[in-house]
């Protein structure tokens, strides 16, 4: 009987601290600082399969003296393998996040990288 309850709460506990990456829908993102002007970036993953996803991906970029903004929107895949989500956005760029660390890379002067906030995407 002691087993059994042990191994029920194991299987409770394992489906209550999957991340959001378990989840059907997850969002992350990031904002870094480059002097007066703040660059934000915002990516919505939708599960396609297994480690695959269809991502709707925004990066902003404001200047804070003169007030003006720059958005770029785009549609995408992500996927992951070893540790890593790759992000692939035509027209915008290429991203990575590092699960381990929780750190977002981007390769475009436009979308920002830094530390990433995972959410459940609601």
Known sequence: MRTLLTLAALVAAGSTSAGPMDLPRWSAGTVERRGAVTVT?????????????????????????????????????????????LVDVPGLGRLV???????????????????????TGD
């Not at 590092?98 to 002067?109: I, Q, R, S, T, Y």
Request: hydrophobic share 40%.
């Open 41 to 85: 970036t915002a990516l919505d993953f939708r599960r396609m399969g297994p480690s695959e996803w269809v991502v709707h991906a925004r990066c902003e970029t404001r200047d804070t003296r003169s007030g003006r903004w720059r958005a770029r929107t785009g549609r995408g895949v992500a996927a992951r393998s070893m540790g890593l989500v």
């Open 97 to 119: 996040l590092f699960e381990a660390p929780g750190e977002l890379v981007a390769n475009v002067p436009g979308c920002a990288s830094g530390a990433a906030d995972l959410g």
